[in-house]
Each structure stands twice: as C-alpha cells, then as structure tokens.
C-alpha cells in the first residue's frame, strides 16, 4: 500500500503542478538558449540564405565564416584581453572576498552584523551608477587607464558583495570543534585559514570564482571607457566587428558565438559545483 501510496503521489505531483512546472522550465530554456542556436547556426550560412530564409537551416553548411574568425588575429588579441582581465578580476574577488567572509564568519565582535550589511547593500549598487566617479579615480588619480588593473579592480571591487554573501553562511557552517582541534595542536589563526578554512570551503570559492570570471568575461561597460585599441576586450571586439562588417551578418553571428563559448564552457563544466556552493552557503 505504501508503495502503491507513493507512486500516485508522485503521478499526482507530475500530472499537477509539476507539469506546469516542466513546462514553464521548457519555455524558459526555448527563451534562453533560443538566440544562442541561431546565432550558432546562423554561423554556417551564408548571407544570402539569411536573406531568403532567416529561419531556416544551414542548407548547404558554411564554414568559411567561422574559419575567417578563427584565422583572424583581432580576435585572439581580444580573447587574450578578455582573458587577463578575468583572471585578475577572479583572482582578487575570490582573495579578498574570502578574507573579508572568514572574520566576519567566524569572528564575534562589535559591528559585525552592520558590517556585513555594507556588503549586502553593495549588491544593490550597479557598477554603471558609479561609472564616471571610477573613471576618474582609475584615469586620473591612479593613473591605470588603458591598463587590465584598470578594470580588472573595478569588476572586482563590484564582485565582492556577492562574494562575501555567498561565502559567509558556507563558512559559518564549519564547525567549531575543528578550530578548537586545531589550535590545540598548535596552529595558528592565520594557519586554521589557509589550511582548514580554505580547503572546506572549496566548492563555495569555485562558485564565486565561476560567477567572477563570467561576470568580467561578459563586462561591456567598463572596458568600454577604460580600454582602448590593442587593450579592449572581446565584448568591445564583438562590436567593432559589427560595426566594420556589418553587412555580413553571418560573419558576425560567427564571431560572435566564438566570443561566448569560453564563457559558456565554462559555467556548463562548473555547474554541479556551483550549485554545490550554493547549496552549501544556503544551508549554512
């Protein structure tokens, strides 16, 4: 009877509810991925068939707009860019997000709470509010235009709400009786971080790293107004191209699906761990 129980609670649950929901996580995938397919497939066609058949497929298939990108060294100088530039925004987000997370998880002191208010405030706080403020700061006074530090600080100054908000209830999830052993052994506060701290904490550090790394690899905005000429990244290298070819319309779905792969790759090989780090900063 249990059995039987069961299994017409679950036909209930899939015939009900969950329809609706697989249903709606069906529109929402047709939404998302639908413009990455044809802009991919786009890719493999000619100008000519984009014309006479926008929706249709690759009939025969083009692979000359693909190998022109390819080929193309303006496109390898970008993702070179864009690729710098990430590095170091993940790097110092990930750093000093989890050197800001660690006392505030598990430190007890005066201010604490308000403390991470601030950080949870910054998530509020879109970086083009503040773009002219930081364009001066960087420009002028610490004189990083034109640089990757220019907008590699920036991004991750920006990154580090989420960072710190993501990484405190993971860390304050470890529990006490580790530390205690370990300062019983003689280990410091210093050493419980690096080697303790850090290590548990590792599907929360790739989860920020992850989203830092996107976040900097998609930042159009910023590089926009810092990055000229040979330094300019490959979002601003997707929309020079646009602009010099913009009659070849494969071509730049061409380039621009080479432009997002990284990207994507990326988040799609991470994703069990990142929902594993969320997972674990929401059960902390």
Same mark, same amino acid.
């Given at each position: 009877?249990? =059995?039987?129980?069961?299994?017409?609670?679950?036909?209930?649950?899939?015939?009900?509810? =969950?329809?609706?929901?697989?249903?709606?996580?069906?529109?929402?995938?047709?939404?998302?991925?639908?413009?990455?397919?044809?802009?991919?497939?786009?890719?493999?066609?000619?100008?000519?068939?984009?014309?006479?058949?926008?929706?249709?497929?690759?009939?025969?298939?083009?692979?000359?707009?693909?190998?022109?990108?390819?080929?193309?060294?303006?496109?390898?100088?970008?993702?070179?860019?864009?690729?710098? #530039? &990430?590095?170091?925004?993940?790097?110092?987000?990930?750093?000093?997000?989890?050197?800001?997370?660690?006392?505030?998880?598990?430190?007890?002191?005066?201010?604490?709470?308000?403390?991470?208010?601030?950080?949870?405030?910054?998530?509020?706080?879109? +970086? &083009?509010?503040?773009?002219?403020?930081?364009?001066?700061?960087?420009?002028?006074?610490?004189?990083?235009?034109?640089?990757?530090?220019?907008? &590699?600080?920036?991004? +991750?100054?920006?990154?580090?709400?989420?960072?710190? #908000?993501?990484?405190?209830?993971?860390?304050?999830?470890?529990?006490?009786?580790?530390?205690?052993?370990?300062?019983?052994?003689?280990?410091?506060?210093? =050493?419980?971080?690096?080697?303790?701290?850090?290590?548990?904490?590792?599907?929360?550090? #790739?989860?920020? =790293?992850?989203? &830092?790394?996107?976040?900097?690899?998609?930042?159009?905005?910023?590089?926009?107004?810092?990055?000229?000429?040979?330094?300019?990244?490959?979002?601003?290298?997707?929309?020079?191209?646009?602009?010099?070819?913009?009659?070849?319309?494969?071509?730049?779905?061409?380039?621009?699906?080479?432009?997002?792969?990284?990207?994507?790759?990326?988040?799609?090989?991470?994703?069990?761990?990142? #929902?594993?780090?969320?997972?674990?900063?929401?059960?902390?």
């Amino acid at each position: 009877m249990k =059995g039987v129980s069961a299994v017409s609670g679950r036909t209930k649950t899939f015939g009900g509810g =969950g329809l609706v929901v697989y249903l709606l996580a069906l529109v929402a995938v047709v939404i998302t991925l639908g413009p990455v397919v044809y802009g991919a497939l786009g890719g493999f066609r000619s100008n000519e068939q984009l014309a006479s058949d926008p929706s249709g497929l690759p009939d025969p298939w083009v692979f000359r707009n693909y190998s022109q990108v390819v080929t193309n060294p303006d496109f390898w100088r970008y993702a070179l860019n864009s690729t710098i #530039v &990430a590095l170091i925004t993940t790097v110092v987000a990930v750093l000093f997000g989890v050197m800001a997370a660690y006392p505030l998880a598990r430190y007890q002191f005066r201010l604490r709470e308000p403390l991470f208010m601030v950080f949870v405030l910054g998530l509020l706080f879109p +970086a &083009a509010v503040a773009i002219i403020p930081l364009f001066i700061l960087v420009t002028r006074d610490l004189h990083l235009g034109n640089s990757y530090w220019g907008v &590699a600080l920036p991004q +991750a100054a920006f990154a580090l709400p989420m960072t710190v #908000v993501i990484l405190r209830p993971f860390l304050m999830a470890m529990p006490r009786e580790l530390e205690e052993a370990a300062l019983i052994d003689g280990a410091s506060r210093v =050493g419980i971080f690096w080697r303790l701290a850090l290590p548990l904490s590792m599907p929360a550090l #790739v989860t920020v =790293g992850v989203l &830092a790394f996107v976040a900097s690899w998609n930042a159009y905005l910023l590089p926009l107004l810092m990055l000229q000429d040979d330094m300019r990244t490959l979002p601003l290298g997707v929309a020079d191209y646009s602009s010099e070819h913009s009659s070849d319309t494969a071509g730049v779905l061409a380039f621009t699906t080479l432009a997002m792969i990284p990207a994507l790759v990326l988040f799609l090989a991470m994703q069990r761990r990142i #929902v594993s780090g969320l997972q674990g900063a929401v059960k902390g």
